[in-house]
């Protein structure tokens, strides 16, 4: 499937949105999804913290989705 910035902004609101919804702990949540066309896919990166944790820790989620579905990037 062909990749496009606007794809990408609809997939990352989607992403942001049902984020906040489901998961009520995390917070400062940044989503980044960025249109790679030339490899039919998106690069997502996601960027939280948990505050109940109380451990002052950030994390970051990275992954590709493209047509054969989501993979996570170490």
């Given at each position: 499937?062909?990749?496009?910035?606007?794809?990408?902004?609809?997939?990352?609101?989607?992403?942001?949105?049902?984020?906040t919804v489901?998961?009520?702990?995390?917070?400062?949540?940044?989503?980044?999804?960025?249109?790679?066309?030339?490899?039919?896919?998106?690069?997502?990166?996601?960027?939280?913290?948990?505050?109940?944790?109380?451990?002052?820790?950030?994390?970051?989620?990275?992954?590709?989705?493209?047509?054969?579905?989501?993979?996570?990037?170490?």
């Amino acid at each position: 499937f062909p990749s496009h910035d606007t794809t990408a902004q609809d997939i990352g609101n989607i992403i942001y949105n049902n984020a906040t919804v489901f998961e009520p702990r995390i917070a400062g949540l940044s989503v980044e999804v960025i249109a790679d066309p030339d490899n039919a896919q998106y690069i997502i990166n996601l960027r939280f913290s948990v505050p109940t944790l109380n451990n002052n820790a950030s994390f970051q989620l990275a992954g590709t989705l493209s047509n054969s579905g989501f993979n996570f990037n170490n």
